[in-house]
């Protein structure tokens, strides 16, 4: 099965930035809807924002619109969350997952890296 592999969280100010990794291995991608999710504390598990497979369609939460931008690089098989102006609620545990075009979820999952934002 498809393994992802997040990095490049840590502690930052509010206002600052840091960008995120989520390295895939395994075959095929390049067929998957990639996509961020977070959870914080006491809360639900919630979507950040989605890549379509060849990179042509973006989607973002409204709380994160404008402030962060997903990328993907098919070649190195690899998506990418640049967070910028970033805010205490944006704390939390990011995750990376995958969706095949057919499927109907989410079905592969990184193991979270932790993204504090201090005020």
């Known amino acids: 099965q498809v393994q992802l592999v997040e990095s490049g969280g840590g502690l930052v100010q509010a206002g600052g930035s840091l960008r995120l990794s989520c390295a895939a291995s395994?075959?095929?991608?390049?067929?998957?809807?990639m996509a961020w999710f977070r959870q914080a504390p006491g809360k639900e598990r919630e979507f950040v924002c989605d890549i379509s497979a060849s990179g042509g369609r973006i989607g973002y939460a409204d709380s994160v619109k404008g402030r962060f931008t997903i990328s993907r690089d098919n070649p190195r098989n690899t998506i990418y969350l640049q967070m910028n102006s970033l805010k205490p609620e944006d704390t939390a545990l990011y995750y990376c997952?995958?969706?095949?075009?057919?499927?109907?979820?989410?079905?592969?999952w990184g193991q979270g890296t932790q993204v504090t934002v201090s005020s």
């Open positions: 997952a995958g969706k095949r075009i057919s499927g109907n979820g989410y079905t592969y």
């Open positions: 395994g075959r095929s991608f390049s067929a998957y809807t």
